[in-house]
């Protein structure tokens, strides 16, 4: 059974400092894991994926994660937040043929001026 | 990346009534697409797997005799939401599985609130 566990319901961080969103999985097998972004009443975007290429995985927007397996984490951050990344994260898992995903509960992004 | 497309995007309707969501695979074939739900501030949780051809899979807790899915073709998946209830109102988001490194891509969602 596979399940993701978003540790943080709602970060809160100042404009121009570092982003960190935790995200822990559990897997019976090698994982596919992604996270993804929701601006206000909109559609989800995928910000970056793992599936079992490298650990440290860049995305858009300055995003990246990295899979630990040791510690079954894949945390997303980013060096300087910016205003416009003020939005919802989600992190997800997926088996190795993404058939079927779970989404973590959500962590709300907050950008301080 | 690929592109899913919903409609409509917003919809408003009088309790009792029903309502159809299509969501449509524009960039390649899907033959399984997925139906989400999002209350306010929630995550999403997966309503139902739609196979093209077949019967849709529910997830434990959803009623698949009010929520009709429909996988017609392998470009269209239809949601129906029937006799609809204010507890319905939600944010509906599809996705399709497929392309060419198999991956999920969502909708931009259809909100539904009824009245």
């Known amino acids: 059974a596979q399940s993701v566990t978003q540790l943080d319901s709602h970060v809160s961080v100042s404009e121009g400092t570092p982003v960190l969103l935790r995200c822990n999985y559990s897997s019976s097998y090698s994982p596919s894991l992604f996270w993804y972004v929701q601006h206000p009443n909109k559609g989800l975007q995928l910000l970056l994926k793992y599936t079992s290429a490298a650990t440290l995985v860049k995305g858009i927007n300055g995003f990246e994660a990295e899979f630990k397996k040791s510690e079954t984490s894949f945390h997303l951050t980013k060096p300087s937040a910016h205003m416009s990344d003020a939005a919802e994260y989600f992190c997800?898992?997926?088996?190795?043929?993404?058939?079927?995903?779970?989404f973590g509960s959500g962590t709300r992004l907050s950008i301080r001026p | 990346g690929a592109v899913v497309s919903q409609h409509p995007s917003w919809v408003i309707c009088k309790s009792g009534t029903s309502v159809k969501i299509e969501c449509r695979s524009l960039d390649f074939q899907a033959t399984t697409m997925f139906w989400y739900r999002q209350f306010p501030k929630q995550s999403l949780m997966l309503m139902a797997t739609s196979n093209e051809g077949s019967k849709a899979t529910y997830e434990q807790g959803v009623e698949k005799d009010k929520f009709l899915i429909n996988h017609a073709s392998l470009t269209l998946s239809t949601l129906t939401v029937t006799s609809a209830h204010p507890e319905d109102s939600s944010f509906y988001i599809c996705s399709s599985w497929g392309g060419v490194n198999n991956e999920q891509f969502f909708g931009p969602g259809t909100r539904l609130t009824v009245l």
């Open positions: 997800v898992v997926s088996d190795s043929s993404a058939s079927k995903i779970i």
